[in-house]
Nanobody, 123 residues
Framework: QVQLLESGGGLVQAGGSLRLSCAAS????????MGWYRQAPGNQREQVAA???????NYADSVKGRFTISRDNAKNTVYLQMNSLKPEDTAVYYC?????????????????WGQGTQVTVSS
């Protein structure tokens, strides 16, 4: 069974930093693209950052220059380093990944979501 396990959320003051981690677990898996999304109550879920298997990155305009996405392929983990945090960054952050898995009868590519981790930035 493939799972995405998130960690690193918490409460931080404006201007502070947090580092989110998302680790994919499972046998014979290969991760394609991974990304971070966030959703605040009453708001639409938005993509924050994404990284491809070739490590090219993309960021939402609202976080450019402040957030950095990276990955460790050996550990099947993606990170989101968040600096200069603002109150408007407060949301539940979700990681998402397209993962290929070999089951013995072929490869299966599926999309997975993490459980979400709360990030709260106080003013």
């Amino acid at each position: 069974q493939v799972q995405l396990l998130e960690s690193g959320g918490g409460l931080v003051q404006a201007g502070g930093s947090l580092r989110l981690s998302c680790a994919a677990s499972g046998t014979s898996i290969s991760i394609n693209a991974m990304g971070w999304y966030r959703q605040a109550p009453g708001n639409q879920r938005e993509q924050v950052a994404a990284i491809t298997s070739g490590s090219s990155t993309n960021y939402a305009d609202s976080v450019k220059g402040r957030f950095t996405i990276s990955r460790d392929n050996a550990k099947n983990t993606v990170y989101l380093q968040m600096n200069s945090l603002k109150p408007e960054d407060t949301a539940v952050y979700y990681c998402n990944a397209d993962i290929s898995q070999y089951s013995g009868r072929g490869y299966n590519i599926s999309n997975y979501w993490g459980q979400g981790t709360q990030v709260t930035v106080s003013s």
